[in-house]
């Protein structure tokens, strides 16, 4: 068990470019979960997904964003054109199934750092 | 709707010091409630939760937690600060949505100087 990773660990790049981050969750767990963290800030929830099935958006993911786990096993985050309030680091999480305190501990990847410049 | 209030974004204590971060939630149902610590430039690594057995919750590296329903609070303690606890500490609650995704406070850096 490596534990959640997250490729690529950093990116930058210009404004209206797109671009997308892999999040792959430890392998027994059915829910993987995708946050936002911003400088100075706690992360802040932007989707979720029960094997392949995304049963969750929050407000936050607007259009330009859409997220993918098409096997249920390694999900992508995509961002099209863009801005530079997307700067942040994007965090991915998992959690097992089982009961509620189990499936509710999610455990974090090391994120990846998204600049836009 | 669940929300999480850290109190003081940054904490400093001197090393071997009690160390205590405050966090008061709000939720409508139960909640889990979680502590975990973040180092720079990296992801969150879970201290310790609390989902409905005991009020009190030991945790790693000697942090613990008391769930107090009645003053909705979840405070982290440590006996004794060490260097290495320096980092930001989030507090965070879970299960209002019917689904498992969780709400953050802002965090409180845990500053030690010794």
């Known amino acids: 068990d490596t534990g959640v990773s997250q490729n690529p660990r950093h990116k930058i790049t210009k404004r209206g470019q797109n671009v997308t981050f892999r999040c792959d969750p430890i392998s027994e767990h059915n829910r993987l979960y995708w946050y936002r963290q911003t400088l100075g800030q706690g992360p802040e929830f932007l989707t979720y997904f029960q094997n392949e099935a995304q049963l969750e958006k929050s407000r936050l993911l607007s259009d330009r964003f859409s997220a993918e786990r098409p096997k249920g096993s390694f999900s992508t985050l995509e961002i099209q054109r863009t801005e530079q309030g997307d700067s942040a680091m994007y965090l991915c999480?998992?959690?097992?199934?089982?009961?509620?305190?189990?499936?509710?501990?999610?455990?974090f990847g090391p994120g990846t750092r998204l600049t836009v410049l | 709707a669940q929300s999480v209030t850290q109190l003081g974004s940054h904490v400093s204590v001197s090393e071997g010091a009690l160390v205590l971060l405050r966090c008061n939630y709000s939720?409508?149902?139960?909640?889990?409630l979680f502590w975990y610590v973040q180092y720079p430039n990296q992801g969150l690594q879970l201290l310790l939760k609390y989902t409905s057995a005991a009020t009190l919750v030991k945790g790693i590296n000697g942090f613990e937690a008391e769930f107090k329903k009645s003053e909705t609070s979840f405070h982290l303690t440590k006996p004794s600060a060490h260097m290495s606890d320096a980092a930001e500490y989030f507090c965070?609650?879970?299960?209002?949505?019917?689904?498992?995704?969780?709400?953050f406070g802002k965090g409180t850096m845990l500053l030690v100087s010794p």
């Open positions: 965070a609650v879970s299960g209002g949505s019917g689904y498992s995704t969780l709400t």
């Open positions: 939720s409508s149902v139960p909640p889990y």
């Open positions: 999480a998992s959690s097992p199934p089982g009961l509620a305190g189990v499936k509710h501990e999610q455990f």
